[in-house]
């Protein structure tokens, strides 16, 4: 007997959001499946055969590439859930607890390829780390010939992805903790005799692990599939399989198209599988964990896991920072030659240089990333209003929002940019922010979503007994309110789109370069200040976003103690 | 199967061409050059070059603000990593029926991409002789601005550059470099790890591959053909894979890594973990050390017997949106004001096209006043020039690299 | 100005959580509902609000002033509410929290923040306007909450258990305060609690939210 609100045109906005995401991913899939099967009317592929497949089987570089991306994947994955875990584990409550969680953030914003670019000067044999000790300590007068960046394994790629996916998961761990109400869970252990390592371990985890599984699965399909880490980073003679499939469509043999997409087919089961072992893995391990748990061991104080675990943090956040700070100075060097640890004297020079050319890079970058991102959350406010007004659950159907986030992006750009030729969108602005909107949506919605969903419900219906229409109450009590999360995910998703290579890549048919684009096609061997330049600029720009949306609340409700 | 992928490249084209005839059917008229000025402004020009070296792409953007101060048109620079993505683009986009709004105007060009491109019909033209700067080329001293890796230019491409093949050397290091094939590698045994090479297809390696094989080849005027057969680059190859067989272990990183372009092992030559790069541009060792991106003792040496060289065009695309100010730009390319920019190592020290003979006193002096630099050798002591074997040689080459080295 | 429930129930899931309901508010009358917790006397107060979520099912007629609420969006009800928090907008100034109640009826600048004034003075917070809401004492809170509410010229007013969370010392001032001004205003007014001492003070009639049991006939609720 109370009227229903049908919604009205926001009932469209889940539909359309929905069907933004699943055309292109389904088209773009589709367009990969049927090429690797042989058909591709374009190239004269009408009839159905396994040639691609059996070229691509029979490629010398295959094994060697597949090794490096398992071990690349998996092996990031793990250190960065063991860093995760472990700290949070070892180190809550403590003072390195609380530093750490302020890094985060600002970790979490500057792209993969800044961060892969510092950590390449910093890991190279003729890199930061060694001239520090050199020769002085370490007796090379010449840089040693050991491959500690571009390694056949991957190595070096395992720890640059695993640097920039801990602070993320980290953060995701955080966000859960606060549902599942960790200290009273962490007192009533502790009561029992429990030490606090082993309390969080048997009683936390378990009940945030559930929250934390689409992040560490969204991490683990990003390392195996990454690309502009890679690059930087990645083995060379044969790379990881990514970087060969993205090859293969970029060949000047045409044929090679073909054999792209069953690589990209290739890396679409390998992510599918690797999902499905982790997830085996997990079962396993909640199996023994049960018992575990059972036996009722109380552990120690954990003191030495408390120092080792936060060692292992701060290594990871140092390396991650410490690159973008040397890059920062590489900008500004004149002459920094091996084995100086700092540059011979310091020079506006490179920036006069650039400072045109990465302003229009930097426009470019800006108005793609506000273009998204602004979309972004036009589409996540009026699904989240959608699921509000109309008093709905969170809709099942949402979850194919985080699609992106799982599927490899060379298994389904190379059919989606097929999609782009025919509708005539190929290379239009207009592709390029589609095609970015497609990564930058999951993260504005994961980052929005919570927030305003736990809005107290009594805000709203105090504001409809004093005569608020649902518009008043949108923008005079939810919007104002949430400002912050608001921001904060608008920022969050200017930072995703910033980051974005390959999509711009295909989209943009190569002419629009951002400040990712160019960092990525500099790293490979230009002048090192010019990629300083470059990665520098790459890594403020969504750092200015994250301090506006920190800022603008703060200085906005500078009045207001309950909302700082 | 080396020969398989140039001839799997040919016959894509071949089919894409015949598909896109409709479309190539209605040819498209080259202008005179004066209607081409007249056309050109306002247009603006995608010129798609490789976009590897910040150098370069300074100069691009120097000719970029000429002419638009000269013609009023605009240049924009689409910086490629590979400069067959271009190729496919075109390709793409005339099968696709697009047949005069095509994305690129203009593309930086030689060797097998223009060979495929001239193949499959994708350039506009010939326009070439309709450019008065073209006069000034000397195609009688300099006849690889006429014949591109062994293939007729046939006015389809207009010269930009000469490029002969050298190493940079940090004279700090190395005091006698070597002369040829066999004394470098004498030199990489005695000096492990201090020598490397791109990876092919990276063209500053296969470029590498193909000045070893001229000089170790039984009969090199045999790679002036276009490869027969697998079983003939089996047999004329030989040395070449017996000699890398024999290089490798001793290269940087034991030759399990290479290094991924040439301008990223120059940058392990300034790092100090080389000893040698590789360079297309005799001027550019001179051109680093000014921007300081190599050290002060950094020097060139070639092979007395003679290296590889080639010269670099530019070309138009056959669905150009604007052919006429591509036309405009590649006129301005080989004017003696841009190419007297070009050759100077503070820009970027690529070798002129044109003859100095044919210019006025005061254009010659543009060329007289630039300073050689130190690491640049003088015309005598660069060498005589080994000319590129065709094209179906390099793609066999690269493939058979790849199956024996890369895994 | 009355509130009459004509055999009002409500469901959960196909599950009733209280007998119908019969009940008359007459102006300036403070009627008391009490029951478990559980018994669904919030929602009872969502359901007059017409902010009932939509899992829940709803029989029987709401009537204020004669008029059929059912239809109306709870924004024309004109149907003031108090929570057991007073719900400031953090947002807002005093001032503005209570400018966000005031109808737009009230025109200009120099009305609207005359008004204001005007209702804090007569609260005892003169002076307040610019003062943050999480900066005042939570009687102080409460005051303004009830002003808020009342300034929106509601035509009934609803309390959901609203000083439940007030120290004992603070209670029965607040309360006096919010029992004075509805009767002052003669609202029909519906309290929801379980503290006797609640229902006690109202001094109106108690109602007793029964369990719904099966086919149960006669009357549902007991009025004492």
Not at chain 2, 310 to 334: C, R
Request: charged share 15%; with cysteine.
């Amino acid at each position: 007997m109370s009227p229903r609100r049908t919604g009205g045109p926001l009932a469209l906005v889940p539909i359309l959001t929905l069907g933004l995401f699943l055309l292109p991913i389904a088209a773009g899939l589709v367009g990969t499946w049927l090429p690797a099967f042989g058909i591709l009317p374009s190239l004269g592929g009408t009839e159905p055969t396994l040639a691609a497949w059996q070229r691509l089987l029979a490629d010398p570089a295959l094994p060697g590439a597949l090794s490096a991306t398992l071990i690349s994947g998996f092996g990031s994955t793990l250190i960065a859930c063991a860093v995760t875990v472990g700290f949070a584990a070892a180190a809550h409550r403590t003072w390195a607890y609380r530093q750490a969680t302020r890094l985060l953030a600002p970790l979490l914003a500057v792209p993969h390829a800044a961060v892969a670019i510092g950590l390449a000067f910093l890991l190279a044999p003729s890199g930061l780390l060694l001239r520090l000790v050199s020769p002085w300590a370490s007796g090379f007068e010449l840089p040693p010939d050991v491959a500690t960046v571009q390694d056949r394994h991957g190595l070096a790629l395992t720890l640059a992805l695993a640097v920039k996916e801990t602070p993320f998961l980290l953060l995701m761990l955080l966000g859960a903790l606060g549902q599942v109400q960790a200290p009273q869970r962490l007192a009533t252990a502790r009561s029992l005799g429990y030490g606090p390592t082993v309390a969080w371990l048997k009683t936390v985890l378990p009940a945030v692990y559930p929250q934390l599984r689409l992040p560490i699965y969204a991490v683990l399909a990003f390392s195996l599939s990454v690309i502009d880490m890679a690059l930087i980073l990645g083995p060379t003679a044969p790379p990881t399989l990514a970087v060969l499939v993205f090859r293969w469509f970029n060949d000047p043999d045409l044929a090679l198209r073909f054999v792209g997409a069953a690589g990209a087919t290739l890396q679409l089961l390998l992510v599918v599988a690797a999902i499905v072992l982790w997830r085996l893995g997990e079962v396993a391990l909640a199996r023994l964990g049960r018992r575990w748990i059972a036996a009722g061991g109380r552990g120690g104080s954990g003191r030495v896991g408390r120092l080792g675990w936060s060692a292992a943090l701060f290594g990871v956040l140092t390396l991650g920072v410490g690159g973008l700070l040397v890059m920062a100075l590489w900008s500004l060097a004149d002459r920094w030659r091996w084995p100086d640890a700092l540059p011979a004297s310091l020079t506006l020079d490179t920036w006069a240089r650039q400072v045109q050319r990465a302003m229009e890079t930097g426009w470019t970058t800006l108005a793609l990333g506000l273009a998204a991102a602004g979309l972004a959350l036009l589409l996540v406010l009026g699904c989240l209003e959608h699921e509000q007004q109309g008093g709905r659950r969170p809709t099942r159907a949402l979850w194919l929002l985080y699609l992106p986030l799982l599927v490899p992006q060379v298994a389904f750009l190379f059919g989606a940019q097929v999609l782009a030729v025919l509708a005539g969108l190929d290379g239009s602005f207009v592709a390029l922010v589609w095609s970015h909107l497609l990564f930058v949506l999951p993260y504005v919605f994961l980052a929005l979503a919570e927030p305003w969903r736990r809005l107290d419900p009594r805000y709203v219906r105090s504001a409809q007994c004093l005569g608020a229409g649902p518009l008043g109450v949108f923008w005079r009590v939810k919007l104002p309110m949430l400002l912050r999360p608001v921001l904060f995910a608008t920022a969050v998703g200017f930072a995703v789109s910033v980051a974005q290579y390959l999509p711009t890549l295909f989209a943009g048919a190569g002419r629009y370069a951002t400040l990712t684009t160019e960092a990525v096609a500099l790293a490979a061997g230009a002048d090192r200040r010019v990629v300083g330049v470059y990665a520098f600029l790459q890594a403020a720009l969504p750092l200015l976003a994250f301090a506006l949306a920190v800022a603008l609340p703060a200085w906005r409700y500078r009045h207001r103690r309950a909302l700082q | 199967m080396p020969l398989c992928r140039f001839a799997a490249l040919m016959a894509c084209l071949a089919a894409a061409a015949s598909a896109a005839g409709a479309v190539r059917a209605a040819e498209r008229p080259v202008p005179s050059f004066e209607a081409a000025v007249a056309a050109a402004e306002g247009q603006t020009v995608y010129f798609n070059a490789w976009g590897g070296d910040e150098r370069i792409n300074a100069y691009i953007a120097w000719v970029g603000e000429r002419v638009e101060a000269l013609h009023g048109l605009e240049l924009v620079h689409v910086k490629l990593s590979d400069t067959a993505d271009a190729v496919s683009r075109v390709l793409a986009e005339t099968a696709a029926g697009n047949g005069d709004a095509g994305s690129i105007d203009l593309v930086w060009i030689n060797g097998e991409n223009f060979a495929a491109m001239k193949e499959a019909d994708l350039l506009f033209g010939p326009f070439v002789e309709a450019l008065p700067n073209f006069a000034l080329v000397d195609t009688e001293d300099k006849p690889t601005t006429l014949v591109d890796f062994t293939v007729p230019t046939d006015g389809l491409e207009a010269p930009w550059g000469m490029a002969k093949f050298n190493f940079i050397y940090d004279s700090a290091r190395i005091a006698d470099p070597p002369g040829d094939a066999q004394e470098l590698l004498a030199w990489a045994e005695v000096n492990p790890g201090r020598f490397a090479y791109p990876a092919p297809p990276d063209f500053m390696g296969s470029t590498f591959l193909k000045q070893i094989l001229i000089e170790l080849a039984a009969d090199a005027d045999l790679l002036q053909r276009p490869l027969e057969s697998p079983a003939q680059l089996a047999e004329v190859a030989a040395p070449l894979w017996r000699y890398l067989d024999a290089l490798h272990p001793h290269l940087w990183r034991d030759g399990q890594i290479f290094p991924t372009s040439g301008p990223a092992q120059r940058r392990l030559l300034d790092d100090g973990e080389l000893d040698v790069a590789l360079s297309f541009h005799p001027g550019e060792a001179s051109s680093l050390i000014a921007a300081g991106q190599l050290p002060e003792s950094a020097r060139t040496f070639v092979f007395p017997e003679g290296t590889i060289g080639n010269t670099h065009f530019v070309a138009i695309p056959i669905n150009a949106s604007a052919p006429e100010a591509a036309m405009v730009v590649a006129n301005f390319l080989m004017s003696p004001e841009a190419q007297a920019e070009k050759q100077n190592p503070e820009i970027w020290g690529d070798d002129t096209v044109l003859d100095l003979d044919k210019l006025s006193a005061e254009d010659r002096k543009r060329f007289a006043d630039i300073p050689r630099g130190p690491a640049t050798l003088s015309p005598e002591e660069l060498g005589p020039v080994l000319l590129e074997p065709h094209p179906s040689w390099m793609t066999a080459l690269e493939d058979e690299w790849r199956r024996r080295y890369l895994r | 100005m009355s509130l009459e429930l004509e055999r009002v129930s409500l469901s959960l899931d196909g599950r009733r959580l209280f007998a119908p309901l019969d009940l008359s508010v007459p102006p300036g009358e403070v009627v008391t509902v009490m029951g478990p917790s559980g018994s669904g006397k919030s929602s009872l107060l969502d359901l007059l609000c017409g902010t009932l979520p939509p899992a829940f099912a709803a029989e029987g007629r709401i009537r204020l002033d004669g008029l059929d609420l059912a239809t109306l969006p709870p924004e024309r009800r004109r149907i003031g509410i108090l929570f057991q928090d007073d719900l400031l907008f953090p947002h807002l100034s005093v001032a503005e929290n209570l400018a966000f109640g005031l109808p737009p009826q009230v025109r200009g600048r120099r009305a609207r923040r005359a008004a204001v004034a005007a209702a804090l003075a007569e609260a005892g917070l003169a002076g307040f306007e610019a003062r943050d809401p999480a900066t005042l004492s939570g009687g102080q809170r409460a005051r303004v909450a009830l002003l808020r509410t009342l300034l929106a010229r509601p035509r009934a007013l609803l309390l959901d258990e609203p000083f439940g969370k007030l120290d004992v010392s603070l209670r029965a001032r607040v309360r006096s305060f919010v029992f004075s001004h509805a009767r002052a205003e003669a609202l029909p007014t519906l309290l929801v609690t379980h503290d006797p001492a609640d229902a006690q003070a109202a001094g109106g009639p108690i109602v007793r939210l029964a369990p719904a049991t099966a086919e149960r006939s006669g009357p549902s609720a007991s009025v004492g």
